[in-house]
C-alpha cells in the first residue's frame, strides 16, 4: 500500500461540518474479510524487503538468472508530437521505444517486475500511480494498491463489504455484468431512479430514509455508482450531484464504490493553453476534470477504481484501487490470498511509461488530453449523423454525452401505434405498458437488418419486486446503448441502418 499526502487544503470546496474525527469502516466488512488471516509467507516477504541485502532462502522463487527473458522493447507513440493521437492513428508520427531489463538499468528491473511480489503490487508502480491520483485528485490520506481491472476490483470489494442477505445500491441501470457478480454471494442490489444527469440524490436519500429493516433486512450500507459516462446511459454527475451524494452518504454512513473506467475520457474541456505552457499537461488537466469523490473524500469512505482499460488497451488487465488505509489492507489480504500480485509485465510497461526514458506524468496526460479530442470527434460524428439519419423522424433522441464512449438512445414508444397503457399492471406490481415487448420486437428487427445495440432491459435493476420507486422499471426501458468508439465507417453505416429499421418499425 502507498499512503498519499495530500497537497491541497482539506476544506477545498467541500462543507467541513461533514468532517468525521473517526469512522469505524470494521461494521462494514464482511464476515469473510473479518474471519479472513493475513497470508503468513507473505507477511514475512513483506517483512524481509524492510531491510536491504537480506538473505531470502524461505521463499520459493526461481532465480532471475532462470527467467528465459532479459529484455522487453515497447514502440509507443512520440509524445513529442503536436496531437500525437491523431499522428499515431495516421501513421505519420515518429515513434518511440522504451525498454525493460533484466540486467542492466532500466526504471523497473525485470528481475523485480517477474519475481513473487505482494497483492497490492509493486511498490515503485503503486508510488507512481498515487503521485498520479496526488496531481489530480489531491485525495486527503489515501492507499493506492493495484488491481487486474476494474472487474477484479469490484468483485474482491463485493467480498470485502457484502454478506448474504445484504443490499447494496446502485443506479436503477447499470453495468449488469458487475451487479451479477454480487449475486453468487447473496447480496442483493436495491436500484436509485436516475435522469438524464444521473443518479437522483433525492430519490437515494428517500430510499435510505424510507428503508424497513424489519421487511427489507439491513439498511444498505454501500453505493456502488460509474460518476463519469455511466455506463449504460452515458450520463455525468454534476458537482452539485457529487457533493449532494457525498453528503448523503456521509449522514447514513455509506461506503461508496466510485467505479470510474471513464473518467479520463471527457469532451468539450476548457483547457487553459497558458497553464501548459507555464505548468504542463497535468496541472491543465487537472483544472478543467470533473471533481471525483475521492476528491472530497474526508471520511474515508470512497473506495475508487481506476483501470487502463480505457486509455491504454482493455487486454492489460491493470487498474488501481484507492482507499483508506485500514479497507486497503483489507483488500490487500483478500489479494494474497486469491489472485495474487498483478502481472509483471503490465507493470513493468507503466513504470517505463511513466519513468523518466519514457512519458512521463505530464507526457501521459498530454496523451489523454489529444485521446480526449479524438473520442470528442467520435462523439460529434455520432451526433450529427444521428440527427441525420435517426433523429430527423422523431422517433428517436439522444442526449449528448459528456464524456466515455456511450449515447443513451431514447425510442419515443409513445408514438408507436401498438404502444398500449394501462392504469392497472397485468401483474401486481407489475408494467402498465408494453414497453419491454415493442423494444424486444425492435431489438429483434435491428438484429435483422445487421446492426447490435444494447437493449435497455440488458441493464435493468430491478429489486424483489420488481419496481423502483412509483413506477415499474419495465415500462423505463425503452433505451438503446450505443457506442462511438468504432471506425468513421461504422458509425454512419450502423446509424443509416438504424434510422431506416426504425422507421420500418414505426411506420409498417
Excluded at 195 to 204: V, Y
Excluded at 497 to 506: A, D, S, V
Aim: hydrophobic content about 35%; overall charge negative.
Amino acid at each position: 500500500m502507498v499512503f498519499i499526502h495530500s497537497t491541497t487544503s482539506v476544506t477545498q470546496g467541500v462543507d467541513t461540518g461533514l468532517k468525521r474525527s473517526h469512522v469505524d469502516f470494521s461494521r462494514h466488512l464482511s464476515l469473510e474479510a473479518r474471519a479472513r488471516l493475513p497470508n503468513p509467507i507473505k507477511s514475512i516477504w513483506k517483512v524481509a524487503q524492510v531491510k536491504p541485502g537480506t538473505i531470502n532462502m524461505g521463499n520459493g522463487d526461481p532465480h532471475h538468472s532462470l527467467y528465459p527473458i532479459c529484455e522487453m522493447n515497447f514502440v509507443v507513440p512520440s509524445i513529442d508530437e503536436h496531437d500525437p493521437v491523431q499522428s499515431w492513428r495516421s501513421g505519420t508520427g515518429e515513434q518511440d521505444v522504451i525498454a525493460s531489463f533484466k540486467d542492466e538499468p532500466c526504471t523497473l528491473s525485470l528481475r523485480t517486475a517477474f519475481a513473487y511480489g505482494a497483492g497490492a503490487g509493486l511498490k515503485l508502480v503503486r508510488d507512481t500511480l498515487a503521485d498520479l491520483n496526488d496531481r489530480i485528485h489531491s485525495p486527503p490520506n489515501h492507499t493506492v494498491s493495484l488491481s487486474l481491472g476494474n472487474a477484479d476490483a469490484l468483485t474482491k470489494c463485493f467480498r470485502l463489504l457484502g454478506d448474504p442477505g445484504d443490499s447494496f445500491l446502485c443506479e436503477e441501470f447499470t453495468f449488469s455484468a458487475m451487479t451479477n457478480a454480487a449475486l453468487p454471494l447473496g447480496i442483493k442490489w436495491a436500484p436509485i431512479r436516475m435522469d438524464k444527469d444521473g443518479l437522483i440524490p433525492s430519490d437515494l436519500e428517500r430510499t435510505l430514509s424510507e428503508w424497513n429493516e424489519a421487511t427489507q433486512g439491513k439498511r444498505p450500507h454501500v453505493l456502488y455508482t460509474i460518476p463519469c459516462s455511466q455506463n449504460p446511459t452515458g450520463s455525468t454527475l454534476s458537482l452539485e450531484r457529487r457533493q449532494e451524494i457525498y453528503r448523503i452518504a456521509h449522514d447514513w454512513d455509506i461506503v461508496i464504490l466510485e467505479d470510474d473506467p471513464y473518467y479520463f475520457l471527457q469532451f468539450d474541456l476548457d483547457v487553459n493553453q497558458s497553464t501548459i505552457q507555464e505548468y504542463g499537461y497535468t496541472r491543465a488537466m487537472a483544472d478543467v476534470l470533473p471533481r471525483s469523490f475521492l476528491s472530497m473524500d474526508y471520511d474515508g469512505r470512497v473506495m475508487r477504481l481506476d483501470s487502463f482499460s480505457k486509455i491504454v488497451a482493455p487486454g492489460m488487465r491493470l487498474g488501481w484501487v484507492t482507499s483508506n488505509n485500514f479497507l486497503a489492507e483489507k483488500l490487500d489480504m483478500l489479494t494474497d490470498s486469491s489472485s495474487q500480485h498483478p502481472h509483471g509485465m503490465g507493470q513493468a510497461f507503466i513504470a517505463e511509461l511513466f519513468g523518466s526514458e519514457g512519458w512521463g506524468v505530464d507526457g501521459f496526460m498530454k496523451w489523454i488530453s489529444s485521446l480526449c479530442s479524438e473520442y470528442q470527434r467520435r462523439r460529434d460524428l455520432f451526433m450529427d449523423v444521428f440527427r441525420q439519419k435517426v433523429a430527423s423522424s422523431g422517433f428517436a433522441t439522444a442526449e449528448v454525452p459528456k464524456s466515455g464512449m456511450f449515447v443513451w438512445i431514447r425510442i419515443n414508444l409513445e408514438h408507436h401505434a401498438r404502444f398500449s397503457s394501462s392504469q392497472t399492471p397485468t401483474a401486481p406490481g407489475g408494467p402498465t405498458t408494453n414497453t419491454a415487448d415493442l423494444m424486444d420486437e425492435l431489438f429483434k428487427k435491428l438484429l435483422d437488418s445487421g446492426l447490435v445495440l444494447m437493449p435497455a432491459s440488458t441493464f435493468a435493476i430491478v429489486d424483489r419486486t420488481g419496481r423502483t420507486s412509483a413506477s415499474h422499471i419495465g415500462d423505463r426501458v425503452n433505451f438503446f446503448r450505443a457506442t462511438f468508439v468504432g471506425t468513421d465507417e461504422t458509425i454512419r453505416d450502423g446509424l443509416t441502418i438504424f434510422g431506416r429499421t426504425i422507421e420500418e418499425f414505426f411506420c409498417f
